[in-house]
Every structure is written in C-alpha cells, then in structure tokens.
C-alpha cells in the first residue's frame, strides 16, 4: 500500500504528468461503462434536435452538453462510446502486434544464426514498405470492419517490437546470470522463459505504450479515410470525418472528437515520459536530489 | 598572518570536508569530516575499501561532485586558496583541475575519447591550459608520449585509443595528465585495471616520473601492495572517515587502527603461505544510518564502552601519526598485537 | 603429456590432454577463413579428488577459455578431456546438462551472476527443479536453508532478492547454487577479484572450509598470485594460450624456472616496504602477443630476458618435466638455473 501511496507522490510531483494519467483512468472508466455514463443513445437520431450547440452556447440545451451532430445524435455520447472503440482497438492490435513481434525477436535473437537473418530480413522488408498506403490498400480490398483493422494494423507494426526484443535478449544474453543458468543445466526454453524473458518487460512495456498513441491516432486517421469503422459504429475518426462538412456552421461535431483524440495521444505520451524516469533509479535520484536542494534554499 | 611564514603552506589541504549523497532512501553520508594534506614532492597513499569514501574525496578535491552528491561543508584549498567557499572557488576549481592538479583514473578505455587520436586529445590539454598553437601543441605531445615510455610516439599520436593496449593507454592518460607539468597528481586506482606485468610497468613509471619532476602524487587504491612500494605516507579511510595517518613503514610495522591492523592482516601475502588467511567479520555499514559511535566498532575486536556512543576523533599522537580510536588513542605507539 | 601434471591418483577426476580451443578470425565476405586465433594451445593438467589447481595468467592467457572449454561451454578444437573416467571432448545436449550435475561454476562478477528478478531461494532451488530432485521451490526449501547456512548466509536471506545483498554475500550466494546439486568439480572463475580485501578473505576462507567438508576439487582461475598461492595445491602458469610452468604452489614461489614465471612474481606487489624496498624487480617491456596464427617458437621469446638466438625463434617449447617434480616450458631452463644464460637486463632493485 505505500508503495502505491509512493508511486502516487512521486506522480503527484509531475503535474503534467499526474493530470496526463488521472485523463487516462478516466478515459479507461468512461469505456467500460459507457452505456452507465453516457446521457443518451450514441446512434439515436433526432431529426428535430439537429446540429444544436454545445450547453453552454445560446440556442443550446444542457440535455446535450456537447451538442449534437447533423442527424440529431448526441455528440457527448459519440465521444463516450467512442472511446471504447479507439481503447479496444488500440489495445488489441498492441497486444498482436507485441505478441507477434516479440515472440519473433526472441526467437531471432536467442537462437542467432540462420533464423536471425531470416527475421530481420523480414523486419527490413516490411519496413521499407510505407505502411498507412498498405493498410488502406487491404482495408479497400477486404471491406473494413473493426477486426479487419486491428489485423491490419497489428500485421503492420510488429517490426519494431521485433527490433527492439532481439536487441534486448542480444544484450542480455551476454549477462553471466544467463550464462550461469545454462551451465546449472537450464534447457533453453526455460532459460528463455525465466531468464530472459522477464527482463524484456520493460523495455517492451515503455514501447507499447507509446505504440498505443499511435495506434489510435492511426484507427481515427483510417475511420476518417472511410476505411476504419464504419457507421452505426462509433469512432472519434468517424465523428471528424461526418463533421468535416459542418467545421464553419456547427464547430463542436469536429472539435470534441479531435480534442479527444489529441489529449489521448498527449496523455500516453507525457505518461510513457514519466514512466521512463519513474523506471530509471539513476534520473529519479538525481531529480530527487535537485528537488531537496531546491526546497531546502526555500525553507532558508 | 604569521602561519605563512612558521610553516610553508601545503600544497594541497582538505579541511573537515564533508559529503552527502541525497538518494530517495535516505542521505548517504559518503565523507565525514575528512582533513588531509599533501606537500610538494611526496607520494600519499589514500587506503580504503569500496565505501570508504576515497573515490569521493578525490571526486570533491577537483570540484566535481555531481548530484546527487554536494559538498555540504568543509574546504578545499589549493596553495592556500580555497576551490570550494567564496567568490571565484568554481572558476579557481577549473582553473586549477587539468592544469596544476591532473587526475589519472582507474578505466583507460572510458576515459579516452574513441573518436579522436591520442595525440589529438594530449594537444587539446595544452592548447586549452596553456594556449599553445596547434603545432607546438603536437609536437609537445609527441614528447609526452616518448617520456611515458611508449615507443614510436609521433606514429603513435596519430592513432586513436583503440589501437593501443590497456598499458599503453593508461600511459597515454599519465601523459595528458602531465602535459601541463602539474604539482599534483591524483591517481584513482590507477593499475587496477591492469595486468599484474603492466601494472609493475606503470608503477615503475610513475616512480621514475615523481623523481624526475618533483611530482605530488595522492594515490587512491584499495591495494596495499602498490601502496607499499610507492607512497612515503598512508592515509587509512572507512565508512567517510580518516581512522589512521602514519608513514608508509610505520603503518604496515605498527598499524595502531583496528581496522588497518584487520586489513593487513587480510591481505595475502604472496610471500607467505597461511593455513588459512584473516578476514574481518562483517561488512562495512550503511552509509544512509551512521552510527553514533565508531562506525568500525560492530567488526572490532577490541571495542570498548565507549565505542559505542562516541565517534573517535582522530588524534595525533607522534610526528605524522594519528589514528581515531579510543582504546588505541590512549596508549598510542603500543605494538601490534 | 598426460603425466604431465599428475596429481598421485591413478585416475585423476579431471584429466585434460593436449585441449586446443582455436577461433577463426573474422570471416570474409563469403565466410572463408584460414587464420584462427589460438586461444588455448596443447594445454595438458589434471586434477585430483578435493585437490586445488590454480590457473594464472595475465588476460590474454587463455585461463578463461580454458576454463569455459572445461565446462564444455565451448568447442574443443583439438586434444582430449576426460571427466570422472569419460571422455566428456564432444558430449552435448542432453548428455551435457546430466554433466552439469557433477561440474559447476562460480563466477567472478557477483553483481551480474544472479538474476535480479529471482529470489535468493529461487536462485539456489534452480538446479535442484531443472535436474529433477525437487518438483518447485517449496519443495526444495530444506535443502536451500542447508546451503544457506552452509554458506554463511542469514536464515532469512532465502526470500529476498539479490539487491539486498552486498558483492561478497552475493558471491556466497553464487557458491551455494554452484554447489546446491552436489558437483565434483568447481571451476571458480575469478571468484575473488571484484570484491574487497577484507571480504575476499572472508570467501576463500569459505572456498576451503567448504573443500574440506565436502571434498570439492578446485580448478582455481585467477590472475592474483597471492589469493592463488593461499589456496592452490598446485599452480599452472599460462602465457599466450599455452601452460609455462607448472609446480605446486611452494615451488612455483620459492624455485620458479620459467623466464615469465620469475617475471610474473617479481612484478606481484607485497605489502611490506621493507620487503618492497628489497626486491629485484624484473620489469618486462612490451606486452603479450596476440595469437593469430603462430609460428613455430616460444611464445614468450619477444619479452625474454634470456632469449637466445637459437631454437627460441624457431621451436615451440614443449611443457617438459624439469627435476625437482616441476614441468617447464623452456628450452634453456637448465642452463638458466645453473648460471650459464645471464638475463639482458641487470635487475634493478626497486627505489626505496
């Protein structure tokens, strides 16, 4: 428990960065219990109710706080519900793509060799290719929907999981503890399950969580391109697209789902960028020392 | 002040210095109160395990401490000018590191830039110090090279430090160290990184250099072997503090401080084969929670009452012989046990 | 050259015989090669039940090579090794991990030998699961309190990670996983150079109580004279990936025959001004040579206070017995200690 309570303080130091996670839980909270918190249907319609303004405008009405869009349907509610969408996907094709590559460059970097050329070979192969004008290119081909984009993104971004677990085994296979496990007698699959393995968490972890920014801003960019989530689904990237017509007459359908896609994208970065620091013993004593000296000259 | 003219100033003089390093988990104090002094022409031996605070001493008389650590009180004072307190200290400091202090330390293949020529980097100390031009800059490193005993020096300048071999490099390093012809040198565990022939090849090295050039060396190791066949005196370090000073024959004849006795004594001697060698029980104590009293005392032998409560002060009891510890303090000069 | 360095057992526990570890340099582009680094060169020794043999070499020696191709970690290129009677030279997989049970390792640096992320118990319990006598941890949990206190540990250290522990406590905990599933043979590897004085005493202090009570054989790699001499029964000496000399520790130190061998002590530092100020020191210049590819003639003959113009060129020196039981690797070794070669240099005593 203190040490949650310590994680908190530490956090609480950062502002940014504690406003940066309270939008995320919040965010999280909002998807799972979308249909609890959001005030209406997102996919009801009302033809008599269209294109109101936000509540706080004249000519709004607070039953709609964010307004509604061009058929009437409830823009804080589109953006409750969509949230769901842009967190699932991104979660999902995070944990393909992780699964993927990372299983990949473990193998790559373990065994060396023949396998290791092989995979990045592949790794430099699809990386050449300019990977958006790919996922469209399926996407058009397949007819999108909401699993056919996570395949297609997650087919798209296991190459740098990839990179980054095969240099992370690389190195520490060159540890003695992993040297000391062979020689105990540890058959490969358990030195590199227990040994390796888990030291791969962090560096991964950091990865995927800035992965997930832009996963989402990828998701918003295809659903606005119509090659993402199509109607009656919900998704940020569709609200922008629908209300890209409307940017001078009714402002609010293009700037509520766009805040909300850029202060998601902002937020898991101004997260990760703590993390980084909150992981790394040496930063973290050094902006504590700082800290101390500086409140010690105040107290003076 | 009539001090100046009783007694020529030392060279160098640590003054209760004090440092601490501020970690989340507690202030680490790494020295505590340490005075020190080095006069010109003499090899000094600092001694002491890892957290001693040896390393940080040395770190502290160059005026690099770094956070987390600071200096939180005491001087250091440079031919009587201090390089910590007052105006002008920082700029002194640097003005003074390179130039007529020098620092040889312990890992030549970090301290050697990889991407520029050996020669390159001895002629940067020299231009910067000393504003020499470019050409004369070179060619004095050229003769460095040849005067630390490295053989082909102007093809050698040429090349970068990858080329040579740890000897050599650590060679390099004493050279850049003594480009500007400096009254001190402090070398961190310079050979310890070294094959045991290449250490006696720099050690042999350094002796020659020191008489040549009236040099002042404060050595910093953990090995008393080296220390034996090079420094004329001994300074004992543990847990932030001086626990012994004496000469270097009366430190390894008589040492008084229980813990330099107890390190001797764990020391394998290649010239004597014991059934089985003397190691000091336990392990040095944590520099976040010193003790109120004499931070040797849970590993002493002979820790009276009064160890417990005090921190000995360190006393001097002959010419050049100190030690901190009350039950050695009392009857200072007695033999070893 | 197997009676080479005998210990008096007809059947030695471990019996190397002419092990040759060769590596070839860095391939062209189309992976053709001739040139090979000799990293280990002829080396032959033995070592019998609850005997110490330490293995001294500067780096560059090959002792860390050897001691790695001992444990079959690495190819053998050439030459024979037979462990516990069996010719172990080419074992491996399935073969090799049952070997493990009987042939251990301790490691020099006790900061990087121990997973961080597993607890001390896990750590020690490790090879007891992976060779089948304990299901879990849990399971092996006696045993590891055993190994704890065999090996100065506290009681409570078990569930605690290696953070928590200083470099020689860790290095105890290094020797009991190294010691959990009961080996013959240890091959420590440096074990004492990365820690203090005053601990390193305290470790191989613990090394040889343990040699005692459990009657371990020793192959003792290290590049410290005095640590080894304290704790070798005999000590082979290896220069440029071949042994020199090789002697029990007393003679090495008193009657030491090879030309690098008298350098190697010469150069050790003694705690003692006294003795310091007394000793002729023999300083070498230049430093050892890279094996790629050597010619026929003594390794050492570039360095040699005593090289002569015939045969030090020319042939390689074979590890021959010398009397006074000693095995020496030098063509004029006789003439040496009777007086008849004098070294290039006059021995400069040491400044005071």
């Not at chain 1, 130091?13 to 504690?18: I, P, Q, S, T």
């Not at chain 1, 590199?192 to 030291?199: A, C, E, G, S, T």
């Not at chain 2, 800059?137 to 005067?147: G, H, K, T």
């Not at chain 3, 010619?295 to 005593?306: V, W």
């Amino acid at each position: 428990m203190s040490r949650a309570r310590g994680v908190v303080a530490d956090l609480w130091r950062d502002k940014f960065a504690f406003l940066a996670v309270l939008f995320l839980l919040v965010l999280v909270l909002a998807a799972l219990f979308a249909p609890l918190v959001a005030p209406h249907d997102p996919a009801a319609q009302s033809l008599a109710g269209r294109l109101l303004p936000p509540g706080w405008s004249k000519g709004g009405d607070w039953s709609h706080p964010l307004g509604t869009d061009n058929l009437g349907r409830d823009v804080l509610s589109r953006v409750i519900h969509g949230s769901r969408v842009s967190l699932t996907v991104g979660l999902a094709v995070v944990l393909f793509s992780g699964l993927l590559g990372v299983g990949l460059g473990l193998l790559a970097g373990y065994r060396g060799g023949r396998l290791d050329a092989v995979v990045m070979r592949a790794v430099d192969t699809q990386t050449a290719f300019p990977g958006l004008l790919l996922a469209l290119t399926i996407l058009a081909a397949l007819g999108p929907s909401v699993t056919t984009v996570i395949v297609v993104l997650g087919l798209n971004g296991w190459m740098v999981y990839a990179r980054v677990a095969r240099a992370t085994v690389l190195s520490i296979k060159e540890m003695p503890y992993v040297e000391a496990a062979e020689v105990v007698g540890c058959r490969p699959r358990r030195v590199v399950l227990r040994h390796i393995f888990p030291n791969l968490v962090s560096p991964v972890m950091t990865l995927a969580i800035l992965e997930l920014a832009r996963i989402v801003l990828t998701e918003a960019t295809l659903s606005f391109l119509g090659v993402g989530i199509q109607p009656p689904d919900t998704s940020w990237g569709l609200d922008v697209a629908i209300g890209k017509d409307y940017v001078y007459s009714a402002w609010w359908l293009v700037t509520f789902p766009g805040l909300a896609i850029a202060l998601t994208v902002l937020s898991v970065n101004l997260s990760a960028s703590w993390l980084r620091v909150y992981t790394d013993p040496e930063e973290r004593d050094k902006q504590f020392a700082a800290l101390a000296i500086a409140a010690e000259g105040r107290s003076r | 002040m009539t001090a100046r003219t009783e007694r020529p100033g030392h060279l160098l003089e640590v003054d209760d210095l004090h440092v601490e390093f501020i970690t989340r988990r507690g202030v680490a104090q790494a020295v505590r109160g340490v005075s020190l002094h080095v006069d010109a022409g003499e090899t000094v031996g600092l001694v002491g395990e890892s957290g001693s605070g040896k390393s940080v001493t040395s770190t502290a008389i160059l005026g690099m401490v770094e956070l987390p650590g600071r200096i939180v009180s005491g001087d250091v004072r440079w031919r009587g000018e201090s390089m910590v307190n007052g105006p002008g200290a920082a700029r002194r400091a640097a003005a003074v590191r390179g130039k007529e202090i020098s620092v040889v330390f312990q890992d030549p293949m970090t301290s050697l830039n990889p991407l520029f020529t050996v020669g390159a980097q001895i002629a940067e100390v020299l231009r910067f110090h000393l504003g020499m031009s470019r050409r004369d800059a070179s060619n004095r490193a050229v003769e460095l090279l040849d005067l630390v005993g490295i053989p082909n020096p102007r093809a050698r300048a040429r090349q970068h430090p990858h080329e040579f071999s740890g000897g050599m490099r650590q060679r390099a390093l004493i050279a850049m160290a003594l480009a500007c012809e400096p009254k001190l040198l402090i070398a961190d565990e310079p050979t310890t990184a070294l094959d045991v022939t290449i250490q006696a090849q720099i050690l042999e090295l350094l002796t020659e250099l020191q008489a040549a050039l009236g040099l002042a060396v404060l050595l910093i190791t953990h090995d008393l072997g080296v220390v034996a066949g090079l420094c004329h005196r001994v300074e004992v370090m543990y847990a932030g503090r001086l626990v012994e000073r004496a000469s270097t024959r009366d430190l390894f004849g008589t040492p008084q401080h229980p813990y330099s006795a107890g390190l001797l004594a764990s020391t394998p001697r290649l010239d004597e084969r014991l059934a089985r060698l003397v190691a000091i029980d336990g392990v040095p104590p944590d520099p976040r929670a010193p003790a109120p009293g004499c931070a040797f005392e849970p590993r002493c032998s002979i820790s009276g009452h009064r160890c417990t409560e005090e921190d000995p002060e360190l006393v001097t009891f002959a010419a050049g012989r100190a030690v901190a510890c009350w039950e050695r303090a009392a009857g200072g000069g007695a033999d070893r046990d | 050259m197997t009676e080479a360095v005998t210990g008096a057992e007809a059947q030695p526990l471990l019996d190397v015989r002419e092990l040759s570890v060769r590596f070839p340099v860095a391939s062209g582009f189309f992976g053709r090669s001739t040139r090979e680094v000799f990293a280990v060169d002829e080396v032959s020794f033995t070592i019998g039940r609850g005997e110490t043999l330490g293995l001294v070499g500067e780096s560059g020696s090959g002792k860390t090579t050897t001691g790695r191709a001992v444990l079959r970690r690495l190819p053998v290129t050439s030459g024979e090794i037979h462990f516990r009677g069996q010719d172990i030279t080419a074992v491996k997989g399935k073969e090799l991990r049952g070997l493990r049970q009987h042939m251990q390792l301790v490691f020099q640096d006790p900061y990087a030998s121990l997973n961080p992320r597993m607890s001390v118990q896990d750590i020690i319990a490790e090879p007891l699961i992976v060779h089948g006598r304990a299901r879990s941890t849990r399971e092996a949990l006696p045993r590891v309190h055993e190994l704890l206190r065999l090996t100065g540990l506290p009681e409570d250290a078990a569930g605690r990670y290696p953070q928590a522990f200083s470099g020689g406590q860790r290095q105890r905990i290094g020797i009991a996983r190294a010691l959990v599933i009961d080996p013959e043979l240890i091959i420590a590897d440096e074990p004492v150079s990365a820690l203090d004085v005053s601990i390193q005493a305290q470790v191989v202090n613990l090394l040889q109580d343990l040699q005692q009570e459990l009657g371990l054989s020793y192959l003792f790699i290290a590049h410290d004279l005095s640590v080894v001499r304290h704790i070798s029964d005999r000590i082979a000496i290896m220069y440029a990936g071949r042994i020199v000399e090789t002697a029990s520790s007393d003679a090495i130190y008193e009657a030491p025959r090879h030309p690098y061998t008298k350098a190697l002590l010469s150069a050790v530092p003694i705690p003692d001004p006294d003795v310091a100020a007394q000793r002729t020191r023999i300083v070498l210049s230049g430093e050892m040579p890279d094996v790629v590819d050597p010619p026929a003639s003594c390794r050492f003959a570039t360095r040699c206070p005593y090289r002569q113009p015939e045969r030090c060129d020319t042939e390689t020196p074979p590890l021959r017995a010398v009397d006074g039981g000693q095995w020496v690797a030098c063509h004029y070794a006789e003439d040496i200690d009777a007086g008849r070669i004098r070294p290039s240099y006059e021995p400069t005593p040491a400044a005071p």
